[in-house]
């Protein structure tokens, strides 16, 4: 299934840092940017054909795919000037950069590249500023189960702040931390079909108007999950991913696990 990945969004919560003007999926975990960390997942699961949707930094985007060294995240052999790798990770990947417009909203992305699905009813969707290891063949597996005509990967509250029950003269009857209830938030990955263009306008946007409409027909599909899934929506959660990635903690590396046991 081709990968539809949405790079175009400014990442103001990302601009503070040192990167001046380099796009949030370009922020970097380990060696490699976020991007390549998002694209490596699918491509373990054996999604390879991606398709970028570029805007803010696009030329950031495109120069490091251009001038891909393989050599930085793979072991090699050296033979004079001569470079072997003993590995590969993009040498079968198709990779379709389309400029999306710098104020595009993510509905609007997703429209400009319609044409480069090539017919293909069923496609996957990523925001490309979130890692995770879900199951990603059983999340298509249950989607088409479902016989919806979207989905997206749920996962628990991460905000660490408190609820408050509060009464009218000020007393607080009960603290209780957001990641207790019962509620599910939108966890960024997608699996849809091209029905979903009928639901989307110019303009428009892929939450609010196309899933919003198909939860109220029943015809949007939720797959809960409670394992690993983090954001680097801000400069602290991409530097905890860093940290993380640096001590060997990286859940989301599933491809890490395959290439260790083949070498072995």
């Not at 930085?72 to 990947?93: A, K, Y």
């Not at 091209?194 to 946007?205: A, R, Y």
């Amino acid at each position: 299934m081709k990968v539809v990945l949405f790079c175009g969004g400014y990442g103001m919560r990302m601009r503070n840092t040192r990167d001046d003007g380099l796009p949030k999926p370009m922020q970097m975990v380990g060696p490699r940017p976020l991007l390549w960390h998002i694209m490596r997942y699918y491509a373990h699961f054996g999604h390879t054909e991606f398709i970028l949707c570029l805007g803010y930094g696009a030329a950031k985007i495109k120069d490091y795919f251009l001038d891909y060294h393989e050599e930085q995240s793979n072991d090699f052999v050296l033979h004079g000037n001569r470079v072997e790798l003993l590995h590969t990770d993009i040498s079968d990947w198709s990779i379709t950069f389309a400029d999306t417009g710098l104020e595009s909203p993510i509905g609007e992305r997703l429209r400009r590249v319609r044409r480069y699905l090539n017919g293909d009813r069923c496609f996957l969707a990523n925001y490309a500023d979130v890692l995770t290891d879900a199951p990603l063949d059983r999340v298509i597996e249950r989607f088409h189960q479902s016989g919806a005509v979207a989905s997206l990967l749920v996962v628990p509250p991460q905000s660490s702040f408190h609820c408050v029950d509060v009464a009218e003269n000020g007393e607080i009857k009960q603290l209780t931390p957001i990641s207790r209830f019962p509620i599910w938030e939108n966890g960024g990955y997608f699996v849809l079909t091209q029905e979903i263009f009928d639901l989307l306008p110019p303009g428009g946007d892929l939450v609010d108007d196309v899933c919003g409409t198909l939860a109220g027909e029943g015809r949007l599909f939720g797959y809960r999950y409670e394992g690993f899934w983090k954001p680097a929506d801000t400069f602290k959660e991409r530097a905890e991913l860093d940290a993380g990635y640096a001590r060997g903690d990286h859940p989301w590396m599933l491809w890490a696990d395959t290439e260790a046991t083949a070498s072995s």
